[in-house]
């Protein structure tokens, strides 16, 4: 089991060598300028979220619990690995092609499970860390602790992942078995998984909100007072990180003993789960694995030749590989999903706080109406920002780019129908998350219908760069889905351009508004400003990228 570990750690850091990425005939020049751009990129991403935390901590410092922040922090990394983790979970454990190999490989089911897991906990728990270790030492030296507060922290943050890990690994043998009752396998899992998730997302998110209106009120007021803990409400949601916080900020052998509490529940967890499902975990992945192959052998059998244009029929099968590979379908269309069913919790939850007062009235105390439009663009080009369609757009071909650029159809041809499937995606996260808004604010539907317009035009910007990047740097050697979509460097800087872009965008309009111009206006010129963007990107992308994409070749 050990050594099956070690080759799969081996292999996720081999995706990441400088001698890899020179087999896909890229020069050495090339390839040290791709990695200093790469790690440049990666250090303004991480170094925006840590002085956001910065920020966070010194607002919270002059509170009487600037320990709250850690808790929340640690709330947060326990939720975004229960979500993101349980995609990574089933496509590792379910949808990987390398489970026949495996099978023949001396090693126990239990065995091919528990390396797996850790090569999931190995990732999470560095994003855990990642994520609290600024807050962390931000309160450690304001409050001036010694070493032991660090490394009790270091170790906390070291088991945070386990237990939601141990939940996403049941929940993904449950959907698995739930699955296997109908036909359309693949369908069925792709649409519970977001059942699923939707589930997690509205328990989450309502926790607490039970309590009665005075009862609220009464916290609130005690809290204002000093009369209530803040930190207490917090983790009174999910013991466990209470044991945590316990044990980090106290001292003794009483922290000590919170912190074992913790460990022991984080290692338990994971250790039941993998003992409860550990036996049957081979039979039933070679056996999601054999109706996969045959429900799509089926399928291309029964095939029809239909005639139409060499543009629609690389569209379709651009949007069936998104919606039919499980993996590419929960982590491409996940935002479809997340934004608008979050928005409906929130107006739900606060709906049914505020009785009969009117919801909008206290929503425009927060949003000024003359900057609705602003916002409701902002907001609706920011939920496309978690689709990786079209950052990993051309390194989804793998080994099928040899036999793809030999079609008798121009490269601007496949690129232009991978920027519709992208957008095709983008669009229904926006329409989706249009309609939240539109029942949010009934009387602002023109506003809404306009934002919704504008919106496609300055995703549109952030898309074309991304599926560009793919196709000047793709990662055409992968084995399974899992990396391909998860795994890919370009689909997490599709996001972090995605976000850079409408940052710089908010960025053209503030500096309007700076100028003496009205906030219609300087959308206006903003807009202006993109459509021009867009232009210029959609000529490089039909010329010179398409070009390189013809010429590119799996290896050399």
Same mark, same amino acid.
């Given at each position: 089991?050990?050594?099956?570990?070690?080759?799969?750690?081996?292999?996720?850091?081999?995706?990441?060598?400088?001698?890899?990425?020179?087999?896909?005939?890229?020069?050495?020049?090339?390839?040290?300028?791709?990695?200093?751009?790469?790690?440049?990129?990666?250090?303004?991403?991480?170094?925006?979220?840590?002085?956001?935390?910065?920020?966070?901590?010194?607002?919270?410092?002059?509170?009487?619990?600037?320990?709250?922040?850690?808790?929340?922090?640690?709330?947060?990394?326990?939720?975004?690995?229960?979500?993101?983790?349980?995609?990574?979970?089933?496509?590792?454990?379910?949808?990987?092609?390398?489970?026949?190999?495996?099978?023949?490989?001396?090693?126990?089911?239990?065995?091919?499970?528990?390396?797996?897991?850790?090569?999931?906990?190995?990732?999470?728990?560095?994003?855990?860390?990642?994520?609290?270790?600024?807050?962390?030492?931000?309160?450690?030296?304001?409050?001036?602790?010694?070493?032991?507060?660090?490394?009790?922290?270091?170790?906390?943050?070291?088991?945070?992942?386990?237990?939601?890990?141990?939940? =996403?690994?049941?929940?993904?043998?449950? &959907?698995? #078995? $739930?699955?296997?009752?109908? /036909? *359309? !396998?693949?369908?069925?899992?792709?649409?519970?998984?977001?059942?699923?998730?939707?589930?997690?997302?509205?328990?989450?998110?309502?926790?607490?909100?039970?309590?009665?209106?005075?009862?609220?009120?009464?916290?609130?007021?005690?809290?204002?007072?000093?009369?209530?803990?803040?930190?207490?409400?917090?983790?009174?949601?999910?013991?466990?990180?209470?044991?945590?916080?316990?044990?980090?900020?106290?001292?003794?052998?009483?922290?000590?003993?919170?912190?074992?509490?913790?460990?022991?529940?984080?290692?338990?967890?994971?250790?039941?789960?993998?003992?409860?499902?550990?036996?049957?975990?081979?039979?039933? =992945?070679?056996?999601?694995?054999?109706? &996969?192959? #045959? $429900?799509?052998?089926?399928? /291309? *059998? !029964?095939?029809?030749?239909?005639?139409?244009?060499?543009?629609?029929?690389?569209?379709?099968?651009?949007?069936?590989?998104?919606?039919?590979?499980?993996?590419?379908?929960?982590?491409?269309?996940?935002?479809?999903?997340?934004?608008?069913?979050?928005?409906?919790?929130?107006?739900?939850?606060?709906?049914?706080?505020?009785?009969?007062?009117?919801?909008?009235?206290?929503?425009?105390?927060?949003?000024?109406?003359?900057?609705?439009?602003?916002?409701?663009?902002?907001?609706?080009?920011?939920?496309?920002?978690?689709?990786?369609?079209?950052?990993?757009?051309?390194?989804?071909?793998?080994?099928?780019?040899?036999?793809?650029?030999?079609?008798?159809?121009?490269?601007?041809?496949?690129?232009?129908?991978?920027?519709?499937?992208?957008?095709?995606?983008?669009?229904?996260?926006?329409?989706?998350?249009?309609?939240?808004?539109?029942?949010?604010?009934?009387?602002?539907?023109?506003?809404?219908?306009?934002?919704?317009?504008?919106?496609?035009?300055?995703?549109?910007?952030?898309?074309?760069?991304?599926?560009?990047?793919?196709?000047?740097?793709?990662?055409?050697?992968?084995?399974?889905?899992?990396?391909?979509?998860?795994?890919?460097?370009?689909?997490?800087?599709?996001?972090?351009?995605?976000?850079?872009?409408?940052?710089?965008?908010?960025?053209?309009?503030?500096?309007?508004?700076?100028?003496?111009?009205?906030?219609?206006?300087?959308?206006?010129?903003?807009?202006?400003?993109?459509?021009?963007?867009?232009?210029?990107?959609?000529?490089?992308?039909?010329?010179?990228?398409?070009?390189?994409?013809?010429?590119?070749?799996?290896?050399?």
């Amino acid at each position: 089991m050990l050594a099956y570990l070690r080759l799969m750690i081996k292999n996720r850091i081999a995706g990441f060598k400088p001698s890899n990425m020179k087999q896909e005939g890229r020069s050495k020049a090339k390839i040290i300028i791709s990695y200093i751009g790469y790690l440049l990129l990666g250090i303004l991403l991480y170094g925006s979220v840590i002085a956001f935390e910065i920020v966070v901590f010194m607002a919270s410092k002059n509170s009487t619990e600037p320990e709250a922040v850690i808790a929340i922090a640690f709330l947060l990394c326990t939720f975004i690995t229960l979500f993101y983790g349980f995609f990574h979970v089933i496509g590792m454990l379910f949808f990987g092609k390398d489970n026949g190999f495996i099978a023949a490989l001396p090693i126990t089911s239990r065995g091919i499970l528990s390396a797996k897991m850790a090569t999931v906990l190995i990732g999470e728990i560095g994003l855990t860390i990642a994520i609290g270790a600024p807050l962390v030492v931000c309160y450690g030296v304001h409050m001036s602790l010694g070493v032991t507060y660090y490394l009790r922290a270091l170790v906390g943050m070291i088991f945070i992942p386990m237990v939601p890990i141990a939940i =996403a690994m049941l929940l993904s043998f449950l &959907l698995i #078995r $739930v699955s296997g009752l109908w /036909k *359309r !396998r693949e369908g069925v899992t792709t649409l519970l998984t977001f059942v699923f998730m939707g589930a997690i997302m509205y328990i989450n998110m309502n926790l607490g909100m039970d309590a009665a209106q005075e009862e609220a009120l009464d916290m609130m007021l005690s809290q204002f007072f000093g009369q209530a803990s803040i930190t207490n409400m917090l983790l009174g949601y999910y013991p466990p990180i209470r044991w945590l916080m316990n044990g980090i900020t106290g001292s003794g052998i009483a922290a000590s003993l919170q912190i074992l509490r913790f460990i022991a529940l984080s290692v338990g967890s994971i250790g039941l789960m993998i003992w409860l499902l550990g036996g049957g975990y081979l039979k039933l =992945a070679l056996k999601q694995e054999e109706t &996969l192959r #045959r $429900v799509n052998a089926g399928q /291309k *059998r !029964r095939g029809k030749d239909k005639v139409t244009s060499p543009f629609w029929t690389i569209y379709r099968q651009e949007v069936r590989d998104v919606i039919t590979v499980p993996i590419y379908a929960t982590n491409f269309l996940s935002g479809v999903i997340v934004f608008p069913l979050m928005m409906i919790i929130m107006i739900m939850s606060m709906q049914k706080e505020l009785g009969n007062q009117p919801l909008i009235q206290i929503l425009f105390t927060f949003i000024p109406r003359d900057l609705y439009l602003s916002i409701a663009t902002a907001l609706l080009s920011l939920v496309t920002v978690m689709g990786m369609a079209l950052g990993t757009a051309v390194s989804r071909e793998g080994k099928r780019h040899e036999f793809i650029r030999t079609w008798p159809v121009t490269g601007s041809t496949h690129l232009l129908a991978k920027l519709l499937m992208g957008m095709s995606i983008n669009a229904l996260t926006i329409v989706l998350t249009s309609i939240a808004l539109w029942v949010i604010f009934p009387t602002l539907w023109i506003e809404t219908l306009i934002a919704l317009v504008l919106a496609h035009i300055f995703c549109l910007m952030w898309a074309t760069i991304s599926l560009i990047i793919d196709t000047y740097h793709p990662k055409f050697k992968w084995k399974t889905e899992t990396e391909a979509a998860k795994q890919s460097m370009n689909g997490m800087y599709s996001m972090l351009i995605g976000i850079v872009s409408i940052a710089g965008m908010i960025g053209i309009y503030w500096l309007c508004l700076k100028a003496g111009a009205a906030h219609t206006a300087a959308l206006a010129a903003t807009t202006v400003f993109v459509i021009v963007l867009d232009i210029l990107l959609l000529k490089w992308l039909c010329g010179k990228a398409s070009t390189i994409y013809s010429l590119r070749e799996y290896s050399k």
